[in-house]
């Protein structure tokens, strides 16, 4: 069954510097790859996606990943955080092997916290 | 453009009681799903409806029941609440299976 591990539960950056959240997924075939962001009471909003193509993808807010196969990783990336990043991030993954609903895995979270 | 509507967004009921979470789309997708986060546990799928007329059981269905009414609709039914089901629900859709899904604003529930 596929997974997705995010090994860390919080990570904290100064304002202005550069931030990754990280990801890795577990998938027996080739994998389709998510970042969410969840701010405090809302819903989650979808940021990026690699489904093919360029290892490195741009989304929303100026956040970026890069899908690395061999590392079975999908890192989050920002050249430069803000405090208005502070939120929870969601890693994502479906396995194209599998059906609808089961095939979409969520990783636990990770809280991050941009310091002014 | 609405994208996914969930109601209510909040809900207090007694042990015991019943009550229906709605949740409807805009985005004319096959697919729809129930999620609920709890701390500590993530997102954990309770059902969900890959096309208009079928439903299918995630990983924590019991106590709950689903309709897929139409295209754009996606009930989710609690029976008999319980203390246990006190959480966060989310209502989402996608396209199909290999597309990201839009998720709704959240309702959150408590069972006393």
């Known amino acids: 069954a596929q997974s997705v591990a995010q090994p860390e539960d919080q990570v904290n950056v100064a304002e202005g510097n550069p931030l990754t959240v990280k990801c890795t997924y577990s998938?027996?075939?080739?994998?389709?790859l998510f970042w969410y962001v969840q701010y405090p009471n809302r819903g989650l909003q979808f940021l990026l996606k690699?489904?093919?193509?360029?290892?490195l993808v741009k989304g929303s807010y100026g956040f970026e990943a890069e899908f690395n196969k061999s590392q079975t990783s999908f890192h989050l990336k920002k050249p430069s955080a803000l405090v208005s990043d502070s939120a929870l991030y969601f890693c994502?993954?479906?396995?194209?092997?599998?059906?609808?609903?089961?095939?979409?895995?969520f990783g636990p979270g990770t809280r991050l916290s941009v310091l002014p | 453009n609405a994208g996914v509507t969930q109601t209510p967004k909040f809900q207090v009921l007694k042990t015991g009681q019943s009550m229906t979470l709605q949740c409807a789309q805009d985005?004319?997708?096959?697919?729809m799903y129930w999620y609920r986060q709890d701390p500590g546990m993530g997102l954990r799928l309770i059902y969900y409806?890959?096309?208009?007329?079928?439903?299918d059981k995630g990983e924590v269905p019991n106590g709950y029941n689903v309709s897929r009414l139409n295209k754009r609709e996606f009930s989710l039914r609690l029976e008999s609440a319980a203390p246990s089901q006190t959480s966060v629900y989310f209502c989402?859709?996608?396209?199909?299976?290999?597309?990201?899904?839009?998720f709704g604003q959240g309702t959150r529930l408590t069972v006393v």
């Open positions: 998938v027996s075939g080739n994998p389709y």
């Open positions: 985005m004319n997708h096959n697919s």
């Open positions: 409806s890959a096309s208009e007329g079928t439903t």
């Open positions: 989402a859709s996608s396209e199909s299976r290999y597309t990201e899904a839009f």
């Open positions: 690699y489904i093919t193509g360029d290892n």
């Open positions: 994502a993954v479906r396995d194209i092997n599998v059906g609808d609903g089961q095939n979409f895995v």
